[in-house]
């Protein structure tokens, strides 16, 4: 497929938030022809892949990929609102997310902020391209909401780390590249003062990567096996023993910004239901745009915050639970309505439906589960003890 013309975004100077959301949602329309092809994905994961990373790099090299993010990081520079815009747009005219979106603002920002600037200046342009995947390996079996908890092991080997141990859950990692792996590096009472994040080559020797089948019938996460795993020590992200600060930076952007590119889905989800399902009661579409919507304004506003640089603070919490009731309110109002289409179909739209279903029931865990969000909330903003 031939790449639509370059947009030289790079050469109109400084853009604001509106010159952004009027150039760009020209251009989708005058590549409406050429983006056709995106707006339907194939049903498999691998075939999603492929597509959304041709998605990516159409976007890429005409620009739009690249705002909001550092020059010398590969981007053209201007705030995190940029980026918003640009996800936002995408979505209102019925196309997916590229496939590294969510990683690109989960992931990404961390490695720009806390990784050596030799290490970002390489590895942050290939993501942003759509060269690479990453994937985050945090959880472990044992810790999850308990992340300090976690055991894999890092042991310095002078210019090396050894690393061995188990990751679960680690979404996608069949098909990444890098890991941001969470360490263990101090002693193991050391909790979330002794982990190390560490950016690892995912065909390292000793990495072994076990698909698991979700209820979706797809292996949308794997099993990740480390045995005697040489890292070298350039890998090392932010401090050593000062892994807590990398994850909690990460945590806060995938309950953030990865907040607000869910809720620009949802919105485009929301129409969809309308369409498909006249039978849909007005109050469900009610409650249901009105909880999407209250989900863009928190949204906006921490977007608004990470563009003036400000601290987020509990916010990304509040974020993530209304994401999480959000999703899982919209997805029983399309059950609701149309009960034999998510529960039987085997068409296409049908499969969509049931795939969406199926995975927003997953919102309120991945990221912090609701009730740790609901526990930040009550302990930072109400006051209430800890136990
Ligand atoms: C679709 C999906 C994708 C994921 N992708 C990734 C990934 O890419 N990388 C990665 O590292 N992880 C990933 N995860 C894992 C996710 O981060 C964990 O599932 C999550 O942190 C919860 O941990 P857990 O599964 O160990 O459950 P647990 O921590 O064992 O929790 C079990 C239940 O107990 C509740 N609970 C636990 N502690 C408390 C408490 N103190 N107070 C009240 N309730 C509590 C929880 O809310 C939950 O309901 C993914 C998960 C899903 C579902």
């Given at each position: 497929?031939a ?5 030289n ?14 150039r ?17 994905l ?7 892949f492929?597509?959304l990373?041709?998605l990516?790099?159409?976007l890429y090299?005409?620009?739009?990929i690249?705002l ?5 990081l ?9 980026r ?5 747009e ?6 997916p ?20 600037p030799e ?20 959880s472990?079996p044992?810790?999850?909401s ?31 590249d ?25 065909d ?7 698909p ?10 794997c099993s990740?096996?480390?045995?005697d ?6 890998r090392?992200?932010g ?10 930076f ?11 590119q ?6 485009w ?14 109050a469900?579409?009610g409650?249901?745009?009105?909880l999407v ?18 601290p987020l603070?509990v916010?990304?919490s ?13 997805f ?10 998510l ?7 049908a499969r ?6 199926l995975?927003?029931?997953?919102s309120s865990?991945?990221?912090?589960a609701?009730e ?14 800890r136990?």
């Amino acid at each position: 497929m031939a790449a639509p013309s370059s947009v030289n975004v790079a050469a109109t100077g400084e853009l604001t938030v509106p010159d952004v959301r009027e150039r760009f949602g020209r251009w989708l329309g005058e590549h409406a022809d050429t983006l056709a092809p995106f707006t339907e994905l194939p049903t498999d994961v691998e075939g999603v892949f492929a597509t959304l990373s041709r998605l990516q790099r159409l976007l890429y090299e005409a620009g739009w990929i690249r705002l909001g993010w550092p020059e010398e990081l590969g981007g053209l520079g201007g705030t995190v609102a940029l980026r918003g815009v640009v996800s936002e747009e995408l979505a209102a005219a019925g196309y997916p997310p590229p496939f590294s979106f969510g990683t690109q603002e989960v992931l990404g920002p961390a490695v720009a902020r806390f990784a050596p600037p030799e290490l970002s200046s390489q590895a942050l342009p290939r993501l942003l391209r759509g060269e690479e995947t990453w994937c985050q390996g945090f959880s472990e079996p044992g810790a999850g909401s308990d992340l300090g908890s976690l055991r894999m092991r890092a042991v310095d080997e002078g210019d090396h780390w050894r690393v061995n141990g188990e990751k679960v859950w680690t979404s996608w990692a069949q098909y990444a590249d890098r890991c941001l792996l969470l360490t263990r590096t101090g002693t193991p009472e050391s909790a979330h003062r002794g982990i190390t994040a560490l950016f690892v080559d995912m065909d390292t020797p000793g990495i072994t990567v076990r698909p698991l089948v979700a209820m979706t019938g797809e292996a949308d996460f794997c099993s990740l096996f480390f045995d005697d795993v040489m890292v070298p020590k350039d890998r090392t992200v932010g401090e050593v023993d000062g892994g807590w600060a990398v994850a909690m930076f990460i945590l806060s952007c995938e309950r953030g910004v990865a907040a607000w590119q869910r809720q620009a889905w949802m919105r485009w989800r929301l129409g969809t239901l309308v369409a498909d399902a006249p039978e849909l009661s007005d109050a469900r579409t009610g409650e249901a745009f009105e909880l999407v919507h209250a989900l863009r304004l928190l949204s906006r506003r921490t977007l608004r915050s990470l563009s003036d640089g400000e601290p987020l603070g509990v916010r990304p919490s509040f974020d993530k639970l209304l994401m999480s009731t959000a999703e899982k309110y919209l997805f029983d109002a399309a059950l609701e309505a149309m009960p034999d289409t998510l529960l039987f179909g085997d068409d296409d739209p049908a499969r969509d439906w049931r795939n969406d279903y199926l995975y927003s029931r997953a919102s309120s865990i991945y990221g912090g589960a609701a009730e740790i969000q609901r526990n930040i909330i009550a302990e930072h903003v109400l006051g209430l003890p800890r136990e």
